[in-house]
């Protein structure tokens, strides 16, 4: 199958501060892909879904203007947690689609922690 | 999409089959059953998909009922490397067969192999 890698895998940081989270896909270029964030012993709650050169459409719920999402190309995402907070402290995953495969790959996650 | 059900967890012995159901009783015509796995602090993993035959590859297989309205999953050799969680979820699937919908997670079936 495909290969999605995400950098950085771990971060810390301190309370206030941005931080950028990229989404690769390595073999194929990714028309559509997805933010997740999943917080300890829950599931996955998907955050917003992004085509390449368009703006992000979020879910219910998640802030636009703290969660910046960039689609530029067609092998990278990014996702910015603007003025981080402790609360925000999660595990993120991408995933990303593409005609080649038809089908949704998923990185390896990213894990955030604010202090 | 439709919801599923799933047991919250389940064990299997080392080398012995896995069964793991989902009931998805309100599945429409249009929807396939995708089967999902995430083993610890990793992003999840696709298994296998299937509308409304029998599927096989070589990962697992996949039974689902004549009526749709269920469907088990099943890991013929687990190996203690197949504990994860497991993640049954039923989407729609575009007239041209693209698959890029965004992804429901339920909360899974925790499978736990031990010796």
């Known amino acids: 199958g495909a290969v999605v890698s995400q950098h950085p895998s771990r971060v810390i940081c301190k309370s206030g501060t941005s931080v950028k989270i990229e989404c690769r896909s390595l073999?194929?270029?990714?028309?559509?892909m997805f933010w997740y964030r999943q917080f300890p012993k829950q599931s996955l709650m998907l955050m917003a879904t992004?085509?390449?050169?368009?703006?992000?459409?979020?879910e219910q719920g998640v802030e636009k203007d703290k969660f910046l999402i960039n689609h530029a190309s067609l092998t990278l995402s990014t996702l910015t947690v603007t003025s981080a907070h402790p609360e925000d402290s999660s595990f993120y995953i991408c995933?990303?689609?593409?005609?080649?495969?038809?089908?949704?790959?998923f990185g390896p996650g990213t894990r955030l922690t604010v202090l | 999409d439709a919801k599923t059900t799933q047991p919250p967890s389940m064990d299997c012995a080392e080398g012995r089959a896995a069964n793991l159901p989902c009931n998805h009783s309100?599945?429409?015509?249009?929807?396939?059953v995708y089967w999902y796995r995430q083993i610890h602090s990793q992003g999840p993993q696709y298994i296998i998909h299937?509308?409304?035959n029998n599927e096989t590859n070589e990962m697992a297989s996949l039974i689902i009922t004549e009526d749709r309205k269920s469907s088990t999953l099943i890991l013929p050799h687990a190996t203690l490397r197949d504990t994860a969680v497991y993640y049954c979820?039923?989407?729609?699937?575009?007239?041209?067969?693209?698959?890029?919908?965004?992804?429901?997670f339920g909360q899974g079936t925790i499978l736990t192999v031990h010796p």
């Open positions: 992004s085509n390449e050169g368009s703006k992000a459409t979020y």
């Open positions: 309100t599945i429409s015509g249009n929807e396939y």
């Open positions: 995933s990303a689609w593409g005609r080649k495969y038809n089908e949704q790959f």
């Open positions: 073999d194929f270029q990714a028309t559509t």
């Open positions: 299937g509308l409304k």
């Open positions: 979820i039923v989407r729609v699937v575009s007239a041209g067969g693209t698959s890029y919908g965004k992804l429901t």
